[in-house]
Nanobody, 126 residues
């Protein structure tokens, strides 16, 4: 059974940075994808970024392009999300997720992800 645990959230001022981490336990295949989603109160869960573990190919959401980097350390079974130039609208609960297949690029759809962490809160003040 795969388990995901996020860390690194917190409160920052606009323009600041945070680095989120996700630690994976259980059996993970090189062909799996890891992703980050976020959900603000009253809003739908939004895909932020995703990475294919064996070749580090990445996908980024339009709302964060240029401000976000996703990376992985396969040996440590960790995935990272570097958030830069944070804005108040980035405030949300951030979730780590794992998928065996994103079906040709539908990574941004929460329904293609099989495993989820509990989330870590990011709050950006103006």
């Amino acid at each position: 059974q795969v388990q995901l645990v996020e860390s690194g959230g917190g409160s920052v001022q606009a323009g600041g940075s945070l680095r989120l981490s996700c630690t994976v336990s259980g059996e993970v295949a090189p062909t799996d994808y890891m992703g980050w989603f976020r959900q603000a109160p009253g809003k739908e869960r939004e895909g932020v970024a995703a990475i294919l573990l064996y070749n580090a190919g990445t996908y980024l959401g339009d709302s964060v392009k240029g401000r976000v980097t996703i990376s992985r350390d396969n040996a440590k079974k960790k995935v990272y999300l570097q958030l830069n130039s944070l804005k108040p609208e980035d405030t949300a609960m951030y979730y780590c997720a794992l998928s065996h297949d994103v079906y040709g690029g539908f990574w941004y759809r929460p329904d293609v992800w099989q495993f989820w962490g509990q989330g870590t809160q990011v709050t950006v003040s103006s």
